[in-house]
């Protein structure tokens, strides 16, 4: 768990599922400019996530869907068929640009489908519409 820089506020809890270790680091560092404080808590794999939300509720899920142990789908549909976490805005951020993930995402309840961009400048700007909708 990295706790990212205070600048006002109180701080927001995110879960970030993410199995590459350059793409947490660059999510990280975008946070890290955020005017407000923001914890991202990490797993690497599904079945990591699920056993994290059996203790802790976040304020927002970055998914990717390509996932060890258990995909993304499976981690998203467990997530939002559990009543305690069902409202949390579960945000999916992947490489896959295909129709029918992009579909299947929405039909089992994610908030949102970002596809990865491709350099850190789009990142950031991804980022922060997913900071100013969700947080």
Same mark, same amino acid.
């Given at each position: 768990?990295? #706790?990212?820089?205070? %600048?006002?506020?109180?701080?927001?809890?995110?879960?970030? &599922?993410?199995?590459?270790?350059?793409? &947490?680091?660059?999510?990280?560092? /975008? =946070?890290?400019?955020? $005017?407000?404080?923001? #914890? /991202? $808590?990490? *797993?690497?794999?599904?079945?990591?996530?699920?056993?994290?939300? %059996?203790?802790?509720?976040?304020?927002?899920?970055?998914?990717?869907?390509?996932?060890? %142990?258990?995909?993304?789908?499976? @981690?998203?549909?467990?997530?939002?068929?559990? $009543?305690?976490?069902?409202? @949390?805005?579960?945000? /999916?951020?992947?490489?896959? %640009?295909?129709?029918?993930? /992009?579909?299947?995402? +929405?039909?089992?309840?994610?908030? =949102? +489908?970002?596809?990865?961009?491709?350099?850190?400048?789009?990142? =950031?700007? *991804?980022?922060? +519409? @997913?900071?100013?909708?969700?947080?």
């Amino acid at each position: 768990m990295t #706790q990212l820089t205070q %600048k006002d506020g109180r701080s927001i809890h995110v879960l970030l &599922v993410e199995d590459n270790p350059g793409d &947490v680091t660059l999510i990280k560092e /975008v =946070f890290k400019t955020s $005017s407000r404080p923001i #914890q /991202v $808590s990490r *797993a690497q794999d599904g079945v990591e996530a699920l056993d994290f939300l %059996k203790d802790e509720t976040p304020d927002l899920i970055l998914l990717d869907l390509n996932m060890p %142990k258990k995909s993304g789908f499976e @981690v998203l549909e467990e997530v939002k068929g559990d $009543s305690r976490l069902a409202e @949390v805005p579960v945000v /999916v951020l992947t490489n896959s %640009k295909l129709d029918t993930d /992009v579909r299947r995402a +929405y039909e089992a309840r994610a908030n =949102f +489908y970002i596809v990865k961009p491709s350099d850190l400048e789009r990142l =950031f700007v *991804a980022l922060r +519409y @997913v900071e100013r909708t969700w947080l």
